[in-house]
Nanobody, 121 residues
């Protein structure tokens, strides 16, 4: 089994900064893509940012220039540094990873429980 645990969420004023972290643990041989999704009330879950095993990144247009994703392959962690936050960024943020659990295993998707980010006006 694989577990993803998020941390770093909270309440921040517009224009402020926040850093989210996610730690993966369990039976992990390797992690392919890992990243962050978010879901606001009444809206669909959307990709915020992801980073590949080789460090290739992808960001949602709505957050480009305001967030930076990074990963530590040795520690199986990923972080999302967020700045210039807007009320529209308010959502539950979920860590997501594509994981190979064994040398001969296929890739599977895993999700964290989520962490709340609230940006006040």
């Amino acid at each position: 089994q694989v577990q993803l645990v998020e941390s770093g969420g909270g309440l921040v004023q517009a224009g402020g900064s926040l850093r989210l972290s996610c730690a993966a643990s369990g039976s992990i041989f390797s992690i392919n893509d890992i990243g962050w999704y978010r879901q606001a009330p009444g809206k669909q879950r959307e990709l915020v940012a992801r980073i590949s095993q080789g460090g290739v990144t992808k960001y949602a247009d709505s957050v480009k220039g305001r967030v930076t994703i990074s990963r530590d392959n040795a520690k199986n962690t990923v972080s999302l540094q967020m700045s210039s936050l807007k009320p529209e960024d308010t959502a539950v943020y979920y860590c997501h990873a594509v994981v190979r659990t064994g040398r001969w295993s296929s890739l599977h998707d895993y999700w964290g429980q989520g962490t709340q980010v609230t940006v006040s006006s």
